[in-house]
C-alpha cells in the first residue's frame, strides 16, 4: 500500500470535492480518480459514495481514514527521526573518563552546549581507566573517552585530541608548615610524606609526576593510595601526607585542604579526548567536530 494513495485519501476526505482536492495535491483531477479507485481496489472496499452533486465517506472510509491518518504521522515522524539520526541530532554518545575529567569541567560543558543544538541526543558516562578506555573506544564499547596524558600506547585505530591543559599544583593539609609559602620547591618536599592516586603506572597522571620528580631529584615516599582524586583529598585533609593533583581540582572545596603552585615546575597536565579514527555514527562526529573547533590546546 502506497503512503501516497493514504495521503490522496486523506485530502479528499478534507475537502470532499475531487477538484478542489486535486488542485491542493498539485495532481489533475483524472489521476487523483484513478489514485482512490486504485487504493478502493487494493482494500475490497469502497472508501467514498460519489454523486453528481457530492462526495462522502462510506462508514469503511470513515474507519480507513482514521488508520490512514495514523499510518501518514508514523511516516512523517519515522522520516523526521531519519533525517535527525543522519545530522547527528538523534542517537546516543557513550563516554568513558577518568574521574579527575569531571573537576575541570570540560566534559560537562561540552555536553551542555552540544544539547542545546541536540537535545535529543543521550550521552551515557561511565568512569573507566585509561587501559580500558583505550581499548573500548577501539573496540566500539566506548564512542569515545576522556583522559589524563601521556599514554603508553595508542591502538592503531584510535586518534587522541587534547582538550584541556592545566598545571600541576600540590594539595597541602591546613596548618601545614609549607602552607606558608606562596609556592613549594621540590626540595621543601624531600622529608614529606605523600599520598597518591591508584592509577596504571606509565599512563597518564601519575606518570607526569614521576617525570617531575625526576627532574627535580624527588622520590616521593608514598605513605597511603587512593582509587580517586575525591577521595585522595580526603586523605590530605586528614594529615596523612601532601599530593601532586591536577589544579582544577581547586573546584573540589575541602575545608582543610589547600593548594600551592609548584616553584621552578612547568610541566603541565593534558586532558584528552580519543575516538575512532573510523567513526561513522553522526552524532559522535558531530560531537568530536564540536569539540575540534572550540579546544585551544594543540592538537598530538
Known amino acids: 500500500m502506497e503512503l501516497r494513495r493514504l495521503k490522496y485519501m486523506s485530502v479528499l476526505a478534507e475537502e470532499l470535492h475531487f477538484g478542489k482536492a486535486a488542485e491542493r495535491l498539485g495532481i489533475a483531477q483524472p489521476a487523483l480518480t484513478q489514485q482512490i479507485?486504485?487504493?478502493e481496489r487494493e482494500l475490497g472496499v469502497e472508501l467514498f459514495q460519489r454523486t453528481k452533486r457530492s462526495v462522502k465517506l462510506t462508514v469503511a472510509g470513515r474507519v480507513t481514514?482514521?488508520?490512514a491518518v495514523r499510518t501518514l504521522q508514523q511516516a512523517e515522524k519515522t522520516a523526521l527521526v531519519a533525517r535527525q539520526a543522519r545530522r547527528g541530532e538523534l542517537g546516543h554518545i557513550e563516554i568513558g573518563f577518568v574521574g579527575s575529567a569531571i573537576f575541570s569541567g570540560v566534559l560537562s560543558k561540552a555536553i551542555s552546549r552540544f544539547r542545546e543544538d541536540n537535545p535529543l541526543v543521550e550521552f551515557r558516562l561511565n568512569e573507566i581507566g585509561i587501559v580500558q578506555q583505550l581499548d573500548d573506544v577501539s573496540s566500539g564499547r566506548l564512542d569515545l573517552g576522556i583522559l589524563r596524558l601521556p599514554v603508553k600506547?595508542?591502538?592503531s585505530d584510535?586518534?587522541?585530541m587534547s582538550l584541556y591543559r592545566e598545571p600541576i599544583i600540590l594539595a597541602i593539609p591546613r596548618g601545614h608548615?609549607?602552607?606558608r609559602q606562596k609556592a613549594v620547591t621540590l626540595?621543601?618536599?624531600k622529608s614529606e610524606p605523600f599520598v597518591a592516586v591508584q592509577i596504571q603506572e606509565g599512563s597518564g597522571f601519575n606518570a607526569q609526576v614521576a617525570q617531575i620528580c625526576a627532574a627535580g631529584g624527588l622520590s616521593p615516599q608514598i605513605t597511603q593510595r587512593a582509587g580517586q582524586f575525591t577521595a585522595l583529598a580526603g586523605l590530605v585533609a586528614g594529615g596523612l601526607g601532601v599530593a601532586f593533583v591536577p589544579d582544577s581540582l581547586r573546584h573540589l572545596q575541602i575545608a582543610?585542604?589547600?593548594?600551592?603552585?609548584l616553584a621552578k615546575v612547568n610541566q603541565q597536565s593534558d586532558l584528552a579526548m580519543v575516538y575512532r579514527k573510523s567513526e561513522r555514527a553522526p552524532a559522535v562526529i558531530a560531537f568530536v567536530d564540536q569539540l575540534k573547533r572550540s579546544v585551544k590546546v594543540p592538537l598530538r
Open 37 to 39: 479507485q486504485a487504493l
Open 65 to 67: 481514514l482514521n488508520e
Open 153 to 155: 600506547s595508542l591502538p
Open 158 to 160: 584510535v586518534a587522541i
Open 177 to 179: 608548615h609549607l602552607a
Open 187 to 189: 626540595d621543601a618536599l
Open 256 to 261: 582543610d585542604v589547600i593548594y600551592r603552585p
